[in-house]
């Protein structure tokens, strides 16, 4: 199908169709060669040769990479490449492990925009990217489906019906004993008739076969329904509305154009061919799902519309692939979920509670305790600029921030704030440089009156910057980073005991 490599003096390898081949990094440039004339398109985008060899560089995303390869007549043969993260900021076990925590918490979580794909299940509906991930399951369903909807529709399922009509004689194989009754046949058989055989018409049953079976009529419904989505997702594709970054979308468009518009002309040719014309539009009904499950063929092909319909997104399955968050917002989310439980395993019996913050944000938990006072664990808590909401509880000084994790301390009025940005980066150069965001969050955000201390950097990698994270440099300078910060890493401990230490210094109840 393929040939791809990292370097010049690299080994090509053979990738072949329908395989899932791993061993690639993000951030790492590949050269990928295929048969002249043919079309390579990574994650709809398609690629252009220079000088024969094709250039893909993947950004900061790991998991599946769906490649497809159009030879000239138009044939499609597709595989997988499987993308890791970067080994110096986190290893693929610890970072599956990041994923699985997310998925207990909540998998929406996890779901995103970038070029890559985790597994996912398909119960629970959820509003978060539905179209994305309708598009994704009609890519993978869809096909199957029409295919499946085609091959029993060479044999479908039929019904005779009986009906009473004037025949001639000729033309009855058998009469029913209610038929001597006729005056007709019966001077035909005495031999009193005028006339001849032929020219006598009498009363019978016939039976014929039909089509519009409440089978029929159920599958011809998923049609419809799965055509219609089909062509308001096609809209939304054209109209870049799938969510996330415009441009991006762009970018895929017109790949994504060219599927849809594969799965409704098919779609409408099936509806409208020979057979389920002869079906009225009466809809599902509970006889025609009845029949459907006692027809292993139609049972197939109604299973596989339903998948993909589906919006679902919990559980783990290897056939549902969804596009999933980039490594680095897998990682802020991992952070926030690591510090909730670190707060929690703190207060012991205390248990957090999702509400609705004063202060806007992604995700709000409250733990409530004694004497009025509550800590509040908030996920990319907005502080506006002043000079757009006018005397906010969350305000900067500044431009409009986002820290990724804000640790609220709350007694009555008084309030004291901690915040936690979490960076995607290791070597010593990234790390100082990532440093500004938490100067620029200790300088320019107010909560009420104050300012938030300490602002610490959450960094997966191991320690490059030692003087960064010194219990010394921390309480003299407000700010300071914590490395190791990753699932079995030593910086869940290091932050378990700053979070202590900050939980104990209680603020001062209001005066009376």
């Not at 040769?49 to 597709?78: C, K, M, S």
């Not at 925009?113 to 398909?122: H, K, M, V």
């Not at 179209?131 to 399922?157: C, K, N, T, W």
């Not at 919990?314 to 670190?342: K, R």
Request: proline share 4%.
């Amino acid at each position: 199908m393929l040939k791809i490599r990292s370097r010049c003096d690299e080994a090509w390898i053979t990738v072949t169709a329908g395989v899932s081949e791993s061993g690639f990094n993000e951030n790492i440039e590949y050269q990928l060669v295929i048969e002249a004339g043919s079309r390579l398109i990574v994650d709809d985008i398609e690629l252009h040769p220079r000088a024969g060899l094709f250039t893909w560089q993947p950004g900061f995303y790991a998991g599946h990479v769906n490649v497809e390869v159009i030879d000239v007549l138009g044939d499609v043969r597709t595989c997988q490449l499987q993308v890791d993260v970067n080994q110096g900021k986190s290893t693929s076990i610890a970072f599956a492990e990041m994923i699985a925590t997310i998925r207990t918490f909540d998998p929406a979580l996890l779901l995103g925009t970038s070029e890559a794909a985790l597994d996912f299940g398909n119960e629970q509906q959820t509003p978060t990217l539905a179209d994305a991930i309708l598009l994704a399951r009609m890519r993978q369903y869809g096909q199957a489906f029409l295919d499946a909807v085609e091959s029993i529709l060479r044999a479908p399922h039929q019904s005779l019906l009986a009906h009473r009509q004037h025949l001639p004689l000729f033309r009855v194989r058998r009469l029913h004993h209610s038929a001597l009754r006729d005056r007709q046949l019966a001077a035909v058989l005495n031999g009193t008739g005028i006339g001849s055989p032929e020219d006598v018409l009498i009363h019978t049953m016939s039976s014929t076969s039909s089509c519009d079976t409440p089978a029929n009529r159920t599958l011809l419904a998923l049609l419809k329904r799965f055509r219609a989505r089909a062509t308001d997702l096609r809209a939304k594709v054209n109209a870049q509305a799938l969510g996330g970054a415009k441009d991006e979308q762009a970018k895929r468009s017109t790949r994504r154009v060219e599927v849809l518009d594969h799965l409704i002309s098919q779609t409408l040719l099936l509806s409208q061919g020979q057979t389920l014309r002869q079906v009225s539009g009466g809809g599902p009904s509970a006889s025609g799902l009845t029949q459907i499950a006692a027809l292993p063929g139609y049972q197939r092909a109604y299973r596989i519309g339903c998948a993909a319909l589906m919006t679902g997104i919990e559980g783990s399955n290897p056939f549902d692939q969804l596009h999933s968050n980039f490594s680095w917002g897998i990682y802020e989310t991992w952070c926030y979920v690591q510090v909730l439980a670190i707060v929690q395993r703190l207060l012991e019996s205390c248990t957090p509670t999702a509400y609705r913050s004063k202060v806007s944000a992604q995700l709000s938990y409250r733990f409530t305790l004694p004497n009025s006072r509550s800590i509040d664990v908030l996920f990319q808590a907005r502080f506006p600029s002043e000079q757009v909401d006018k005397n906010p509880l969350a305000r900067s000084i500044s431009r409009e921030r986002y820290p990724d994790i804000l640790l609220v301390d709350s007694v009555g009025l008084d309030k004291r704030s901690m915040v936690l940005d979490a960076k995607w980066r290791s070597g010593r150069r990234n790390v100082l440089e990532a440093m500004e965001s938490a100067h620029i969050y200790h300088d320019s955000l107010r909560l009420g009156d104050s300012a938030p201390t300490p602002c610490l950097l959450l960094l997966p990698g191991d320690t490059c910057v030692p003087s960064l994270e010194t219990d010394q440099f921390i309480e003299q300078h407000g700010v300071g980073s914590i490395s190791g910060f990753s699932a079995q890493g030593v910086g869940v401990e290091r932050l378990e005991r700053r979070i202590e230490q900050w939980l104990h210094v209680e603020p001062s109840p209001p005066m009376i």
